[in-house]
Structure formats: structure tokens, C-alpha cells
């Protein structure tokens, strides 16, 4: 499984746009990157997956270069409630279409009023 | 939380006894996964379990930890003789499984929904 590099913390102010880019450099043909989000007290919400070139959804794009070796999720004008660790998950389905996640340390991001 | 329900949410034991994690996926979901978080750490996998067979439990400490998916019932975590060591945040997530023809690869990881967890505290 490819592992991912991610920074450890950001901040931004309300209504502002968040890039977080994660790095992937060992990304395998087969690999999806997927994004989840995690609050406080809570277990991991799924946020978007993606193969290639751009993905969106009501909450967020995700942008992956043509070399896949990195990917940029994406949170536009973020509220204080989008406040949470982020997580980038990068793996290849098994034959039975399911494979346990493996999550690294996510981006612990903080909105500000 | 997308459905998967997780009690309790709160088990406090004293060393040595044992803990009970119960797990409900999805309605519909055949496969069951367990994931154990410490404070300011990401997830770390344990078990995956179809319904009554444990497909990967590569994660899961060999002593002491045990896991079921029974045909009618939760997915439990079993957790005996408890040390201060097991004290961390339980997730349960499930996902419905792919049920292509044997060899087929699925296109996509299909998301895990996750539970909110069970949080063990050992005196």
C-alpha cells in the first residue's frame, strides 16, 4: 500500500478556500485516493475518492495530477464546523471490491472566526 | 452516522477483566471492520470480517483479542484480560461487499461507513 505524506496542521479563516495536498509517490496503477474526515468523538466520514485528472462533489474537489503522485482535496470557503482532521487514504480495490484502510496521521485543520 | 451503530460508547474495566465491543453495520452489509485509534494518531486496522468468517485479522494483536461476525447478530470484539495498553478509541465500519464473479476486480474501493466508536478506559 502506498504510503502518504500530508502536513500535520492548518488554519484558515472562515469563508476561505482550503487546499490540502498530499503526497503519494509510490501510488501503484491500481490505487485510489480517497479523502475522509474525522471530528471530535466521531468515527471517519467518507468526503470523495478519485482516480484521476478532478472530482466533485456538494462538498468538495479533489484534483489529481496526470502522474498521480500527489492529490489536492479541496474544501471551498470553509465554515468553523469544516474544523477536523482530514485524512488521505491511497489503495487498490481487492477482488472481493473491499480492502481494509490504512489511514496516516491526517491534516488537523482549524477554522477561525 | 451513515447507520453502522457501535455500544457502548463509553466501557470503562479494570485490568484483567474483559470488554465487550459490539458492532451493527449497515442494514445490508456483509463486511465488518475493526479499527483501533490512539489519541493524535490516524486509525490503525485490526480485523475484517464477512459474515461468519474472518477474512484478515493481520492487524489484531494474537493473544487475548478475539472477533466474530456471527450470521444473525453484531460483529463483537472481545478484548480479555484487559491492560492499561488497550486504552484507545474502537471503530466499527462496514461496507456491502462486492458481489461480482469470483477473480473480477471491483473499479473503485467501495467507502467504509464508519461507526462513532467505542471508547475503552482501563483502570
Known amino acids: 500500500l502506498a504510503k502518504t505524506t500530508q502536513p500535520i496542521s492548518m488554519d484558515s479563516y472562515e469563508g476561505q478556500e482550503v487546499n490540502i495536498t498530499c503526497s503519494h509517490n509510490n501510488i501503484a496503477t491500481n490505487d485510489y485516493i480517497t479523502w475522509y474526515q474525522q471530528f471530535p468523538s466521531q468515527g471517519p466520514r467518507f468526503i470523495i475518492q478519485?482516480?484521476?485528472t478532478k472530482v466533485t462533489n456538494e462538498v468538495a474537489s479533489l484534483f489529481i495530477p496526470a502522474d498521480r503522485k500527489s492529490s489536492t482535496l479541496s474544501l471551498p470557503r470553509v465554515s468553523l464546523s469544516d474544523t477536523a482532521v482530514y485524512y488521505c487514504l491511497v489503495g487498490a480495490p481487492s477482488d472481493s471490491g473491499n480492502t481494509p484502510l490504512v489511514f496516516g496521521k491526517g491534516t488537523r485543520l482549524s477554522v477561525i472566526a | 452516522n451513515a447507520g453502522v451503530m457501535q455500544n457502548p460508547r463509553h466501557l470503562v474495566r479494570r485490568r484483567g477483566q474483559e470488554a465487550r465491543l459490539r458492532c451493527s453495520p449497515v442494514k445490508g452489509h456483509s463486511h465488518v471492520y475493526w479499527y483501533r485509534q490512539l489519541p493524535e494518531e490516524g486509525l490503525k486496522f485490526m480485523v475484517y470480517l464477512q459474515k461468519e468468517n474472518i477474512i484478515d485479522e493481520s492487524g489484531m494483536p494474537k493473544e487475548r483479542f478475539s472477533a466474530e461476525f456471527p450470521k444473525e447478530g453484531p460483529s463483537i470484539l472481545r478484548i480479555q484480560q484487559v491492560v492499561r495498553g488497550d486504552s484507545a478509541a474502537y471503530f466499527c465500519a462496514s461496507s456491502p461487499g462486492f458481489l461480482g464473479p469470483p477473480g473480477y476486480r471491483a473499479d473503485s474501493n467501495q467507502p467504509q461507513h464508519f461507526g462513532d466508536g467505542t471508547r475503552l478506559s482501563i483502570l
Open positions: 478519485g482516480y484521476k
